[in-house]
């Protein structure tokens, strides 16, 4: 068996409608279905779907950090730092927090969260070749200033 891609990826969230708001009006994702009032799900284009969110409920607990699970989700915004910038400014205009920036030597990241608290990386790649040549150049972590 081999894998071939990574098919979606669902979250659960505390509040569908705050959460879609979110990841629709603010990240600028494409709602494409509901199921009942606990599921939406959102497509970058190609695929049925990329991300589906389930409504867990407000008591929901948060994971403590030190907890086996996720750490993070990265969505690909652009292939240049300008392109990064523009989301930036995007992200300041709505008043999401910007939580950290970083330079990992084959792309550009900016850390923000979601309104559950689930980390997400917004990042513009580099130049493929820099890691094909390198693939160790992936484990990179620099500060990035825009």
């Not at 509901?34 to 948060?62: C, K, Y």
């Not at 970083?102 to 990386?121: A, R």
Request: with cysteine; aromatic share 6%; net charge negative.
């Amino acid at each position: 068996m081999q894998i071939k891609a990574l098919g979606h990826v669902v979250l659960k969230v505390r509040n569908l409608e705050r959460s879609v708001a979110f990841y629709r009006d603010i990240l600028g994702m494409k709602e494409v279905a509901r199921l009942r009032n606990t599921m939406v799900f959102f497509s970058f284009g190609p695929n049925h779907h990329d991300l589906a969110l389930l409504q867990i409920g407000e008591a929901a607990s948060s994971p403590a950090a030190a907890n086996v699970g996720l750490y993070h989700v990265a969505f690909k915004i652009g292939d240049n730092l300008q392109q990064l910038r523009e989301c930036k400014n995007h992200l300041d205009q709505h008043g999401v927090p910007i939580l950290g920036a970083s330079d990992h030597t084959v792309s550009q990241s900016l850390y923000i969260q979601d309104p559950d608290g689930i980390e997400i990386e917004l990042y513009v790649d580099a130049d493929p070749s820099v890691w094909r040549t390198d693939p160790s150049s992936i484990a990179t972590i620099k500060p990035l200033k825009l």
